[in-house]
T-cell receptor, first 112, second 114 residues
Framework: SQKIEQNSEALNIQEGKTATLTCNYT??????LQWYRQDPGRGPVFLLL?????KEKRKERLKVTFDTTLKQSLFHITASQPADSATYLC???????????FGAGTRLTVKP | NAGVTQTPKFRVLKTGQSMTLLCAQD?????MYWYRQDPGMGLRLIHY???????AKGEVPDGYNVSRLKKQNFLLGLESAAPSQTSVYFC?????????????FGPGTRLTVL
């Protein structure tokens, strides 16, 4: 069956450390993958998109990798800050369909 | 720009009642989507539209209907609400599909069906 799994429901780290979130998928072949941030009581906000032929994408303190062999994406936040505390969602494009499938999300807490 | 707005923000229904959720976007986007978000399950696509006058089923369409009479509006209807439809509903829009696709989400509607 098709699955998208994000490494854990919650991740707690200390301010200044690097947060690494994982998105694994099975029985999908996405052309691209996206990461979104969601704050409590609000809608998701787009962060980054990475295509299947790209290994890595960066934006300021954010870095995303995409390994189509392992069927995994890693999302890194370097020099994390308490303001980075939120839930992070990965989303996969479904080929030949106007559809995206989202993971359940990982709730990140950065402690000062 | 207001972006994507949703009406209402909260609603409580009794089983069997009907209601319509309204989504509006002012970005001239072609694509619009309705999702529901339940704890531990992530966002699931209910219905979507690729342009004015079009609608299509998503992953979990049963019990819902939609209409896109105007490009900027996308309505989600529940004809006979059930407790299983208790959820947070998000509308989203995007300019196009493909690897430049970015979805813009509204603030959500929290619906409780008793």
């Amino acid at each position: 069956s098709q699955k998208i799994e994000q490494n854990s429901e919650a991740l707690n780290i200390q301010e200044g450390k690097t947060a690494t979130l994982t998105c694994n998928y099975t029985n999908y072949s996405p052309a691209y993958l996206q990461w979104y941030r969601q704050d409590p009581g609000r809608g998701p906000v787009f962060l980054l998109l990475i295509r299947e032929n790209e290994k890595e994408k960066r934006k300021e303190r954010l870095k995303v990798t995409f390994d189509t062999t392992l069927k995994q994406s890693l999302f890194h936040i370097t020099a994390s800050q308490p303001a980075d505390s939120a839930t992070y969602l990965c989303a996969l494009d479904i080929h030949n369909n106007n559809d995206m499938r989202f993971g359940a999300g990982t709730r990140l807490t950065v402690k000062p | 720009n207001a972006g994507v707005t949703q009406t209402p923000k909260f609603r409580v229904l009794k089983t069997g009642q009907s209601m319509t959720l309204l989504c509006a976007q002012d970005m001239n986007h072609e694509y619009m989507y309705w999702y529901r978000q339940d704890p531990g399950m992530g966002l699931r696509l209910i219905h979507y539209s690729v342009g004015e006058g079009t609608t299509a089923k998503g992953e979990v369409p049963d019990g819902y209907n939609v209409s896109r009479l105007k490009k900027q509006n996308f309505l989600l209807g529940l004809e006979s609400a059930a407790p299983s439809q208790t959820s947070v509903y998000f509308c989203a829009s995007s300019y196009e599909r493909g690897d430049t696709d970015t979805q813009y989400f509204g603030p959500g509607t929290r619906l409780t069906v008793l």
